[in-house]
């Protein structure tokens, strides 16, 4: 494939959250007072990561799981030939020294004419007990992916018994389907093509198959996040709750002053202290190359009571600038979980994100596309 189809490809599936789509269908900001994020915490200095250096390749939507050895596997979405732009799910393993194992693919698109035969992005991977036939299995790794011919994205799953497997086992067909039931593209107005559902994030509620599923949706009514119960205990018979959206009041945008809206976000509960954590983009994205990415992100916090009936407000913890991390884009982040989607500490969480350059360093050609410089980085919040 030529690279600038394939870069058409890419620039709609996960770069951004709704890239041809306004955000219609979302509350109109109207009379809010923004609570300005705390100030008794700051940002750690950034530490480098992983990046395909030298390489024209793109390192991004890191799902991070800490160890009881302190140790960190690492999920991520890259390209495993240069200047090619195919989605594929990386793992790598940090060790407690700092070391690392040589990163490796280890979920693809599949076979020609499947419902994932073009991209496999956006992981997100929970410990559990997931029993698909005769075989039970710990994890499952969700994914975003969708068939060359179109251009919605839907929601799949993958299990392993081991996090550091070369191989995950794909459950055939998309766990979440797109929103509208007739076959192909959704088309809304100026020409522009309805996005689907993706970017997952995925906590398990009881240690077992039951899980907290959140993910974006891109259709005709709007951007936004939904969330879902999602039992996975019998994989063969699962079930979902009807997909609600998320609480919205308490973010605003760049300016601090209007109502913001949700995608591409990632999740983790603490719940004995009844704590969900977000961490976001912030919108609206810049105008200049590239200006399908966004250049801050927001972590925030409530009641995981709250977001599961449907009430109550975000509070920012922290908003990351380009001036906390030396570069002018800041996009596709995580938080720092344990195998459980669970956080260790809400009040100062850890958490991986990955940065870009940007116009007049980078440019949409050959060698010079901006997915070049996607790189992972890592900091967390600590007290002043």
Same mark, same amino acid.
């Given at each position: 494939?030529?690279?600038?189809?394939?870069?058409?490809?890419?620039?709609?599936?996960?770069?951004?959250?709704?890239?041809?789509?306004?955000?219609?269908?979302?509350?109109?900001?109207?009379?809010?007072?923004?609570?300005?994020?705390?100030?008794?915490?700051?940002?750690?200095?950034?530490?480098?990561?992983?990046?395909?250096?030298?390489?024209?390749?793109?390192?991004?939507?890191?799902?991070?799981?800490?160890?009881?050895?302190?140790?960190?596997?690492?999920?991520?979405?890259?390209?495993?030939?240069?200047?090619?732009?195919?989605?594929?799910?990386?793992?790598?393993?940090?060790?407690?020294?700092?070391?690392?194992?040589?990163?490796?693919?280890?979920?693809?698109?599949?076979?020609?004419?499947?419902?994932?035969?073009?991209?496999?992005?956006?992981?997100?991977?929970?410990?559990?007990?997931?029993?698909?036939?005769?075989?039970?299995?710990?994890?499952?790794?969700?994914?975003?992916?969708?068939?060359?011919?179109?251009?919605?994205?839907?929601?799949?799953?993958?299990?392993?018994?081991?996090?550091?497997?070369?191989?995950?086992?794909?459950?055939?067909?998309?766990?979440?389907?797109?929103?509208?039931?007739?076959?192909?593209?959704?088309?809304?107005?100026?020409?522009?093509?309805?996005?689907?559902?993706?970017?997952?994030?995925?906590?398990?509620?009881?240690?077992?198959?039951?899980?907290?599923?959140?993910?974006?949706?891109?259709?005709?009514?709007?951007?936004?996040?939904?969330?879902?119960?999602?039992? =996975?205990?019998?994989?063969?018979?699962?079930? #979902?709750?009807? @997909? *609600?959206?998320?609480?919205?009041?308490? $973010?605003? %945008?760049?300016?601090?002053?209007?109502?913001?809206?949700?995608?591409?976000?990632?999740?983790?509960?603490?719940?004995?202290?009844?704590?969900?954590?977000?961490?976001?983009?912030?919108?609206?994205?810049?105008?200049?190359?590239?200006?399908?990415?966004?250049?801050?992100?927001?972590?925030?916090?409530?009641?995981?009571?709250?977001?599961?009936?449907?009430?109550?407000?975000?509070?920012? =913890?922290?908003?990351?600038?380009?001036?906390? #991390?030396?570069? @002018? *884009?800041?996009?596709?982040?995580?938080? $720092?979980? %344990?195998?459980?989607?669970?956080?260790?500490?809400?009040?100062?969480?850890?958490?991986?994100?990955?940065?870009?350059?940007?116009?007049?360093?980078?440019?949409?050609?050959?060698?010079?596309?901006?997915?070049?410089?996607?790189?992972?980085?890592?900091?967390?919040?600590?007290?002043?």
């Amino acid at each position: 494939m030529k690279l600038t189809n394939l870069f058409w490809g890419i620039w709609g599936l996960s770069c951004a959250c709704l890239l041809l789509l306004s955000c219609a269908g979302q509350d109109e900001p109207g009379d809010v007072t923004p609570t300005q994020p705390g100030t008794v915490i700051r940002m750690e200095k950034p530490q480098y990561v992983f990046g395909f250096l030298g390489q024209d390749k793109y390192s991004y939507c890191p799902s991070a799981l800490k160890q009881s050895d302190g140790s960190v596997h690492l999920f991520f979405c890259g390209n495993p030939q240069n200047q090619i732009m195919v989605d594929n799910i990386f793992h790598l393993k940090i060790n407690p020294d700092g070391s690392q194992t040589e990163a490796k693919s280890v979920l693809q698109p599949g076979p020609s004419g499947s419902w994932d035969d073009h991209h496999t992005c956006d992981p997100s991977v929970v410990e559990g007990e997931f029993k698909w036939g005769d075989a039970t299995y710990k994890y499952a790794l969700f994914f975003l992916s969708n068939k060359y011919d179109v251009y919605y994205n839907e929601i799949g799953v993958a299990f392993s018994n081991s996090l550091g497997a070369d191989t995950w086992v794909k459950y055939p067909t998309q766990i979440v389907k797109k929103t509208w039931s007739n076959d192909g593209d959704q088309l809304i107005g100026g020409g522009g093509k309805s996005w689907g559902v993706g970017q997952p994030s995925v906590v398990s509620l009881d240690g077992k198959g039951e899980l907290l599923l959140t993910y974006t949706v891109g259709d005709i009514s709007g951007t936004r996040i939904v969330w879902t119960r999602l039992d =996975l205990s019998d994989v063969d018979n699962y079930t #979902t709750s009807p @997909p *609600r959206t998320i609480v919205q009041s308490g $973010l605003y %945008d760049i300016t601090g002053k209007a109502r913001d809206y949700t995608c591409n976000s990632d999740f983790a509960i603490d719940q004995e202290a009844d704590k969900i954590v977000m961490i976001r983009p912030v919108q609206p994205m810049p105008s200049d190359y590239p200006n399908y990415i966004n250049a801050s992100l927001e972590i925030d916090y409530m009641n995981l009571s709250d977001f599961m009936n449907n009430r109550g407000s975000w509070t920012p =913890l922290y908003r990351i600038n380009p001036e906390d #991390t030396g570069y @002018p *884009r800041n996009h596709n982040a995580a938080l $720092l979980r %344990d195998n459980f989607g669970h956080i260790e500490n809400w009040e100062l969480p850890e958490f991986y994100f990955t940065v870009s350059k940007a116009e007049s360093d980078v440019q949409p050609s050959g060698g010079s596309h901006a997915e070049w410089t996607y790189h992972i980085w890592k900091s967390k919040l600590i007290e002043k």
